[in-house]
């Protein structure tokens, strides 16, 4: 009941497989550290580079239970490509998913939370507003899909994945928020400037005064300004290695 039966794959499985496993593991703790997590729900998906297959968290498991070597191979269908893999995934859980990386070959990782702060911006008319700074970042590549009830009928992924077309921050109506990443680090960052952005416009709104909106010409230069603070680099990739340390100072069990 309280054992979790987790087999080492640490030199059974690729190099890049092995590091993908490490990262992602790492971003699931990362969720859970900052408080984004939603008891067993929610899902952070990750594709094996150079491959079709894809990592995904073991049903049943909360997020500062995930492991690099708990995580769960599967195919774009929700297959579990271990046969000898313990788990189970949540099939409904992977559709948002299967989706995106269906339709995003660029996307290396698809991060989807329930937190209130993105639920609640998600379920106002005006939707995410040019309020701060972080604001800029999401609204630079913002999409939204309406709200279809629990995310499990097929038919909905051709909506999604229209809504969706190049943009690797979404709101999703009444539900929640997704962002994409070429890097588990950058869908990681990606989701962090979404929640904050949504933190800071809730603020804002409870004071009742008259908010001072940023300019469309800004919104639309951010991440030109963007790749000179990075030195071309992504976000991601500058802050990502900080964030592994962070995580491997609080549990260093998660790259087992």
């Known amino acids: 009941m309280f054992e979790i039966p987790t087999p080492s794959l640490k030199g059974k499985v690729s190099e890049a497989e092995w590091q993908t496993r490490v990262d992602l593991a790492a971003c699931y703790r990362l969720v859970a550290m900052h408080g984004w997590d939603d008891l067993i729900y929610t ?11 894809y990592l995904i968290n073991a049903f049943g498991l909360a997020f500062d239970e995930i492991t690099a070597s708990n995580l769960v191979k599967i195919d774009i269908d929700g ?44 379920s106002v008319e005006e939707g995410l507003l040019p309020l701060s700074q972080y604001a800029m970042f999401a609204l630079a590549s913002m999409s939204y899909h309406d709200y279809e009830g629990l995310a499990v009928n097929a038919d909905e992924k051709a909506r999604l994945q229209a809504d969706l077309g190049n943009k690797n921050f979404m709101l999703l109506r009444n539900h929640g928020g997704m962002t994409l990443g070429q890097t588990i680090g950058d869908a990681f960052m990606h989701m962090y400037d979404l929640t904050r952005a949504c933190q800071v416009q809730l603020q804002i709104m409870a004071t009742g005064m008259k908010p001072v909106l940023v300019e469309q010409a800004i919104v639309d230069n951010i991440k030109a300004q963007a790749n000179i603070v990075h030195s071309g680099a992504t976000g991601g990739q500058k802050s990502w290695p900080a964030m592994l340390r962070k995580v491997y100072r609080a549990d260093p069990r998660f790259a087992e």
């Open 43 to 53: 899902h952070i998906s990750a594709r094996i580079p150079d491959t079709q297959a």
């Open 79 to 122: 297959n579990i490509l271990d046969k000898d893999c313990p788990f189970e995934i949540n099939p409904a859980g992977f559709t948002i998913h299967s989706a995106v990386h269906e339709a995003r070959h660029d996307a290396m990782c698809v991060l989807h939370l329930h937190t209130n702060e993105t639920i609640a911006v998600a």
